[in-house]
């Protein structure tokens, strides 16, 4: 009892009494809200053409996660962590969008990287399909009218150069949202296909997501594709490769598609961060980065002289991107907090988010926000949730001030669901003792209610940040699938392909429906006359 009351008071202590001092006068709150409130007022809207489009991805990034994430941050650096922001939560506009999938109140990173690379919302663990495909159903995925393009796919008919940049696999569900129309997630190689087919489910007119990538268009002409997943691009059998694929090395595919399209174009193809950091971005086209065998490493984890940061591959690839005329649309995804809360790691989760947040500060600092629409997001949520009335600047990763009726204190942080129980075994079901438990370990495994091999997504809806041209369509609530089509309106660019008569103006680039494109002729008449 005395080892935890010395805990809580350790970390109280932290507060600075400056900053104590200074939240006690009246005028420090009334100042601080003037103050903002004064910058809002000031806030003009950018009504100008985006000509880039980057969307940052936080996979499972929650609400909670990004409130633990801040006040993590803010313990880091010994300040007040409860008043601290992440980069993006400074942007003007902010939305929050509606996760669900057609068939399931609780999203996955498939269905809702359709929503919101492609404008449609489709059915759970299915990628640039509609909901008439179900999960598996390959040969109903094959008629055009069941497929949808992504946002990736409109930016390349309006001539911008595209790329994504991710720290899971490139194949994973949240990249293979922009290039990829798969009836299963999971059929990243054609090795995947075959174990889960299981001879059961025709799928010889359907190809895996790793082969889209390369072969298919929007994937094929990416400028950058950057992230894990090494293993589901080469063949196995071949001396020192550990990969997966049984019909062709994808990676000698890309090499020589990129030689025969576009001979006096430079292509390169790395697989360490020395390669990353050596490669002049000005004077290269094209750069296919497979970092890791699969999911690349937490940053807890990870080896640094083999594996970038997430900030690394992204300033590299706006470097790369940034010389193209006709601007660009980048997806970069920091994956991994999703994979750390499925283990309920939430250290880890929060040690991601903040990569993510210097991503894109990074990307800020990079770009202009006055050609430049910056939307960071999430797909999903998780079941983490903080709770109990821990004082301020109380360690966010360790446990509240409090006791509860078995007499034992608790996290802050918990999962409603996941690998580690709160209960023991035993017939008396008393909760595990956090108190006797390392709570400094980076993967820790936080207590959850129900017992489950992984923790589950979270149905909450998740919050939208946007900067730059047009940001302020991405205000209110809204189903996720607007975000795809609002950062489309903002660049300009239409959603459906080009014909030989297309005509130039905002009803040709976004699509307006007939009646709408009517009523803009009829008043542009009426003012004529």
Request: hydrophobic residues 35%; neutral net charge; glycine residues 6%.
């Amino acid at each position: 009892m005395w080892t935890f009351v010395v805990y809580v008071l350790a970390f109280a202590l932290q507060v600075s009494a400056v900053s104590s001092a200074q939240e006690s006068d009246s005028e420090y709150w009334i100042e601080n809200g003037k103050r903002m409130l004064e910058e809002r007022s000031k806030l003009k809207l950018r009504t100008n053409k985006a000509k880039n489009v980057i969307i940052f991805l936080g996979d499972g990034m929650s609400l909670t996660t990004l409130t633990a994430a801040r006040i993590y941050k803010g313990q880091l650096q010994n300040t007040s962590g409860e008043s601290e922001n992440l980069s993006f939560e400074r942007f003007p506009f902010t939305g929050i969008s509606k996760t669900y999938c057609v068939d399931s109140q609780v999203a996955d990173s498939a269905c809702s990287a359709t929503a919101y690379l492609c404008g449609v919302k489709t059915n759970k663990a299915t990628i640039g399909v509609t909901s008439k495909v179900l999960l598996g159903d390959c040969p109903a995925s094959v008629p055009e009218e069941h497929r949808v393009t992504s946002i990736m796919q409109w930016a390349q008919w309006a001539g911008k150069a595209t790329g994504i940049v991710t720290t899971t696999r490139v194949t994973h569900a949240s990249p293979a949202g922009g290039y990829a129309q798969t009836a299963h997630r999971d059929w990243e190689s054609d090795d995947d296909m075959i174990k889960l087919s299981s001879g059961t489910t025709n799928i010889t007119q359907c190809e895996d997501i790793a082969r889209q990538l390369i072969t298919k268009e929007p994937g094929r002409n990416f400028k950058v594709i950057m992230g894990g997943g090494r293993d589901y691009f080469t063949k196995r059998g071949i001396s020192n490769s550990t990969g997966k694929r049984h019909d062709e090395d994808l990676v000698l595919k890309w090499k020589n598609d990129k030689k025969t399209r576009f001979g006096d174009k430079i292509a390169k193809y790395i697989t360490t961060r020395e390669e990353l950091m050596k490669t002049d971005m000005s004077q290269t086209d094209f750069v296919l980065g497979l970092f890791h065998r699969s999911h690349m490493d937490y940053r807890l984890k990870s080896n640094f002289d083999t594996q970038p940061t997430l900030q690394e591959m992204t300033r590299n690839a706006i470097q790369l991107l940034q010389k193209e005329p006709n601007g660009y649309v980048l997806f970069v995804e920091g994956g991994l907090i999703d994979k750390a809360h499925h283990e309920t790691w939430a250290k880890i989760a929060l040690d991601e988010t903040l990569e993510f947040s210097k991503a894109v500060a990074n990307a800020m600092a990079l770009t202009s926000e006055d050609d430049t629409l910056i939307v960071v997001t999430s797909d999903h949520a998780h079941t983490m949730s903080m709770a109990g009335y821990p004082k301020r600047n109380q360690n966010i990763l360790g446990l509240t001030n409090e006791l509860a009726m078995d007499n034992m204190t608790y996290t802050t942080l918990s999962y409603a669901n996941g690998p580690k129980k709160s209960f023991t075994n035993d017939s008396t079901c008393h909760r595990v003792n956090v108190t006797n438990e390392d709570l400094k370990k980076i993967d820790y495994t936080y207590p959850s209610l129900v017992d489950l091999s992984s923790e589950t997504h979270g149905g909450d809806d998740v919050m939208v940040f946007a900067r730059g041209p047009m940001s302020h369509l991405f205000i209110g609530n809204y189903e996720q699938n607007q975000i795809a089509l609002g950062m489309a309106m903002a660049a300009g660019i239409s959603t459906n392909p080009p014909t030989s008569n297309s005509s130039s103006g905002v009803v040709a680039s976004f699509n307006l429906p007939e009646k709408t494109v009517f009523v803009v002729l009829l008043l542009s008449l009426i003012r004529i006359l």
